[in-house]
């Protein structure tokens, strides 16, 4: 009989590493959930070894993986799921079974990839597959968080509940993205177009008019001689530009994808004024909506706090979470790491206290959250407040110092006629 190594939680959120024979996985999975384990990771052992770890199978799994990722447009997932998730929410509380809930769900949907995702999840559940493990074999679609909410929701019964809070939580989150997104929008859009018009300047209409300049055979001024010699660099050399900005977005992607570049460039962003603020709040905003929804749905604060990691977004509060988790297995309360990180603002470690003692933590995760919601609305206005005025008055100079190039030995040709 196959040999499955685990890493799972204990009741009351202690983290369990162990062995279990079973036939499949699933079996595997089932058995562990009997005894209240809730399983996080598992892989099948042979000879000692995992079978994941072999160069083969590792390939195909990288492989289907990438396969599932790319299935799913960017940003259409989020949607279908979040309409669905209502959906499942509504139906389940009104009664109606989890099969015909599913088969509802792929009646409305009008996505087909979305349509055949949902078909495939009703066949596992019609075959006696949990909800949750179901879910779980669609990462593109339902992430860790999703699948541990719907995991807890069906071991203490309140499926429907669950729904409802994954929904908010992902109205919350859409809601939040999208006020970033909006406020980076114009700024992103007059950059690119004033780049535009500084590109066609330089390549198009700025050498037409210099070589008439130069072939009137005067001595050019020192600000034309520049613009002359930038011209002619754009005109010839733009291939090179292209290929630097792609080649340091090459570097800067490989280095944020290791440990040690992803924190460098997380906490120096943290930094930056203005942005930095804002990417803090957003962080703070996302931790505290996570960690509210997974404890309101019966999640253990240890598993509750593993995946809050995975979704705030920075490593900075990532890491900060992860101390926070270690210092709760050693006994320790929420509020006092998370005072001692350094990463939250303090009014967070005080409020996160106030909620512990009156025992009603979730409810101050929410206030929270909800403050650092208003928060972002002001400070992305600020934010686009400030970047306007600057860009346009960077576009205005170059624009000028262009104009002044052209027209200073225009006027000094006047003066010698």
Known sequence: MPIFEYKAYAPGGAVKTGVVDADTAREARARLRREDILVSEIQELRGGRRLAGGPKQGWLAKLKQWRQQSATPSGANVEVVAAATRQMGTLL??????????????????????????????????????????????????????????????????????????????????ALRRKVVSSLTYPVMMIAIG????????????????????????TLPGPTRILVAVSTGFKNYWWLGLLSIAAISFVVERVYKTDGGRLFIDKNLLRVPVIGDLLRKQAVARFTHTFSTLLQSGVPAVA????????VGNRVIADATAMIRARILEGTDISTPLKASGAFPPVVGYMVNVGEQ???????????????????????????????????????????YIVVSIVLPILKVGQIQ
Not at 118 to 131: C, D, H, K, N, P
Not at 203 to 215: A, F, N
């Open 304 to 311: 509750s706090l593993e995946i809050t990691r995975n979704v």
């Open 358 to 400: 009156s025992g009603e933590l979730e409810k101050m995760l929410d206030r929270i959250g909800a403050a650092y919601d208003e928060e972002i609305d002001v400070a992305t206005e600020r934010m686009t407040s400030v970047l306007e005025p600057i860009m346009i008055v960077f576009l205005a100079v170059i624009v000028g």
């Open 93 to 174: 509380g009104a009664g109606i079974p989890l099969t015909e809930t599913l088969k509802a769900i792929i009646e409305q949907t009008e996505d087909r990839r979305a349509e055949r995702m949902f078909r495939e999840i009703r066949e596992r559940v019609t075959q006696g597959t949990s909800l949750a493990d179901a879910l779980a074999e669609h990462p593109a679609w339902f992430n860790e968080l999703y699948v541990n909410m719907v995991r807890a929701g069906q071991a203490t019964g309140n499926l429907d509940i669950v729904f409802n809070r994954l929904a908010d939580y992902l109205q919350k989150q859409r």
């Open 195 to 218: 780049m535009i018009v500084v590109s066609i300047l330089m390549t198009v209409v700025v050498p037409k008019i210099t070589s008439m300049l130069i072939d009137s055979g005067q």
